[in-house]
């Protein structure tokens, strides 16, 4: 069945570092992909999405790229900020009706100053 | 826009006791969610509804049960408690249910059942 395989957490990075947060996943067809934030207290809301491959995805800084040939879809930032701690999941679904939304564990970034 | 609410943020019961999760949004989205999280895992879906008064199960509907009165509200009620369902509790909703659209979050409910 479908999947979504994350890099494990947490991740401690000092502020303007690099971030690399690694996504792959199984499926049949073409999915669209999903980065999904949750901030301390908060419910998930959408940080970006991509629905067809080499799609990218942006927001906030942060982008990834639909890519068909690796089943990959990881998530990036040039340089982090302190505001930037959250837990983030990636996630996919197929198709134009409705199939549940398969969600990766989520990794859990800390930056510190 | 509150978006999405959920209520209790927090609860602790016993084995056996029962419960209802309150879930609201104010989108006039026509579908809603549930879904709980267990510490290491990804999100799984309990049940949903795609309109006032038409529910579904989704991976994980043991245990619980929900209804649809209106297109606002969407509780999830547990009948006897089990250490099983110890976990995060999550309502979304979408404006429809297609694949590739947003879903919007409350945030979240924290469960312990002793």
């Known amino acids: 069945g479908d999947s979504v395989t994350q890099m494990e957490g947490p991740v401690t990075l000092s502020e303007e570092a690099f971030l690399t947060i690694n996504c792959t996943y199984t499926?049949?067809?073409?999915?669209?992909l999903f980065w999904y934030v949750q901030y301390p207290g908060e419910g998930l809301q959408l940080l970006l999405k991509?629905?067809?491959?080499?799609d990218k995805g942006s927001n906030k800084g942060f982008e990834a790229t639909y890519r068909k040939e690796t089943t990959s879809f990881h998530l990036e930032k040039g340089s982090v900020q302190v505001s930037d701690s959250a837990v983030y999941f990636c996630a996919l679904s197929r198709g134009t009706s409705y199939d549940k939304v398969i969600f990766g564990p989520g990794t859990s970034l800390s930056v510190i100053p | 826009n509150a978006g999405v609410t959920q209520t209790p943020k927090f609860r602790i019961l016993k084995i056996g006791q029962s419960m209802t999760l309150q879930c609201t949004q104010d989108?006039?989205?026509?579908?809603m969610y549930w879904y709980r999280q267990d510490p290491g895992m990804g999100l799984k879906l309990i049940y949903y509804s795609v309109g006032a008064g038409i529910t579904d199960k989704g991976e994980v509907p043991n245990g619980y049960n929900v209804s649809r009165s209106t297109t606002e509200d969407f509780p999830l009620r547990l009948e006897l408690a089990a250490p099983s369902q110890t976990s995060v509790y999550f309502c979304a909703s979408s404006y429809s249910l297609a694949g590739n659209q947003e879903q919007y979050f409350g945030p979240g409910t924290r469960l312990t059942v002793t």
């Open positions: 499926a049949t067809g073409y999915p669209s």
């Open positions: 989108m006039n989205h026509n579908y």
């Open positions: 991509a629905t067809k491959a080499d």
